[in-house]
T-cell receptor, first 115, second 114 residues
């Protein structure tokens, strides 16, 4: 079946630095991917919609200059957390679906800890 | 935008009993309603889903019902087992072709006790 892979699975960074998380669709092309954030014991909240070849669409309250999204190919979207702060520590997870809709596939998720 | 409410937030049942989790949604245009099981630190796993053109769907011990008029849908797990213990999320989406962004409920922590 379709697989979405995320990397890294865990990352620790210092406050003020930037971190990049990759989301890949391994055996299908995804013109659209989604990035979610999940704080401990909370639900998944949509951050942004990543569109191949165009700008990402951000949800209300999500800073586009802080969470940079690049979707340069049909199989890769990246999320860069810039100038990370401890409050950005969270579980970040991406999703994609096959063309024509249908099942939504999630990446494994990435645990970000900012110290 | 869409708003999904989920109840209860925690649910404890004895092994073999049934568990029911309920969700309501606000956007009448939503037409796809998946349920996910998430274990700590892992990605959500789809356990069952339903589209707005049906009222009920069943897969072995798991069933989902949808009431479009009332805008609510429910997850039913029968003959619960300890391995059913996890956090369950409902979600809603206006799946219209290529891409589906999901609005998640707040989650239900299910504990199945021996």
């Amino acid at each position: 079946g379709a697989v979405v892979s995320q990397h890294p699975s865990r990352v620790i960074c210092k406050s003020g630095t930037s971190v990049k998380i990759e989301c890949r669709s391994l055996d299908f092309q995804a013109t659209t991917m989604f990035w979610y954030r999940q704080f401990p014991k909370q639900s998944l909240m949509l951050m942004a919609t990543s569109n191949e070849g165009s700008k990402a669409t951000y949800e209300q309250g999500v800073e586009k200059d802080k969470f940079l999204i690049n979707h340069a190919s049909l199989t890769l979207s990246t999320l860069t957390v810039t100038s990370a702060h401890p409050e950005d520590s969270s579980f970040y997870i991406c999703s994609a679906s096959l063309q024509g809709g249908g099942t939504i596939y999630f990446g494994e998720g990435s645990w970000l800890t900012v110290v | 935008g869409e708003n999904v409410e989920q109840h209860p937030s925690t649910l404890s049942v004895q092994e073999g009993d049934s568990a029911v989790i309920k969700c309501t949604y606000s956007d009448s245009a939503s037409n796809y309603f998946p349920w996910y099981k998430q274990e700590l630190g892992k990605r959500p796993q789809l356990i069952i889903d339903i589209r707005s053109n049906v009222g009920e769907k069943k897969d072995q011990r798991i069933a989902v019902t949808l009431n479009k008029t009332a805008k609510h849908f429910s997850l039913h797990i029968t003959e619960t087992q300890p391995e059913d213990s996890a956090v369950y999320f409902c979600a809603a989406s206006k799946a219209a072709g290529t891409a589906s962004k999901l609005t998640f409920g707040t989650g239900t922590r299910l504990q199945v006790t021996l």
